[in-house]
């Protein structure tokens, strides 16, 4: 299995810009989690779905930001627009089961708003 | 608020030292606990997890984790690091012990294994 993909790796963008982050899971897992990572906050869930349906966005920090889910394979974190303050990495993980299950992490997008 | 505190931000040892990192989470019902590990440019990946009977978890690399419910902590051991061993390390607890629960992490320990 290819584990979990995430695309862009890297994306640098300016204040203002729509940012939109990308995450393939892993093939029957029906958990999918959006983390944000920094060095203040540390590893931060934004949101997760099971199914395809979010289960709690309450980690999302604002209106700006905005997933998801279309099908099994593919979800979107959006980001619209965009500040400085949003640079970090994010990371998408899945898991089969529940989030009480061992989740399997992508290597992340790092986002660098100037 | 539920909340996972890493006491130690950075912990820098020599080889064949014993390593202890601290975890402690504010939740009094039931809960999973993990630790995950990231090496330096790799992803993040599970080390061990604990979810019910014995206290002490065994995980890979060596690494076990005791949770004792009374003082509300899962702490990592491990009796003798290698220069391996360098990475950042997660505890994270999954407060409510179902599936749709929300999982909480730490904000990590960087561990730096002199050689």
């Known amino acids: 299995d290819a584990g979990v993909i995430q695309s862009p790796r890297h994306e640098v963008t300016e204040m203002g810009q729509e940012v939109t982050l990308r995450c393939k899971p892993i093939?029957?897992?029906?958990?999918l989690f959006w983390y944000r990572q920094t060095m203040m906050r540390g590893l931060e869930l934004l949101i997760y779905?099971?199914?395809?349906?979010?289960?709690?966005d309450s980690g999302m920090p604002e209106d700006r930001f905005s997933a998801k889910m279309p099908n099994a394979s593919f979800s979107t974190l959006k980001i619209q627009p965009s500040e400085p303050r949003d640079s970090a990495v994010y990371f998408c993980?899945?898991?089969?089961?529940?989030?009480?299950?061992?989740?399997?992490f992508g290597p992340g997008t790092r986002l660098t708003v100037l | 608020a539920q909340s996972v505190s890493q006491h130690n931000h950075h912990v820098i040892l020599s080889e064949a030292a014993s390593l202890e990192l601290g975890c402690n989470y504010s939740?009094?019902?039931?809960?999973?606990l993990f630790w995950y590990v990231q090496y330096p440019g790799q992803h993040l990946q599970l080390l061990l997890k604990?979810?019910?009977?014995?206290?002490l978890v065994k995980g890979i690399k060596g690494f076990e984790a005791e949770f004792i419910k009374s003082k509300f902590s899962f702490n990592l051991r491990k009796p003798s690091v290698q220069w391996s061993d360098t990475a950042e390390y997660f505890c994270?607890?999954?407060?409510?012990?179902?599936?749709?629960?929300?999982?909480?992490f730490g904000k990590g320990t960087r561990l730096h294994i002199l050689p």
């Open positions: 093939s029957g897992h029906d958990y």
């Open positions: 779905f099971n199914n395809n349906v979010p289960i709690d």
């Open positions: 604990y979810f019910s009977g014995d206290p």
């Open positions: 994270a607890v999954n407060a409510g012990g179902n599936r749709d629960d929300k999982i909480i």
């Open positions: 939740y009094g019902g039931t809960v999973n």
């Open positions: 993980a899945s898991s089969l089961w529940g989030s009480y299950n061992e989740q399997f």
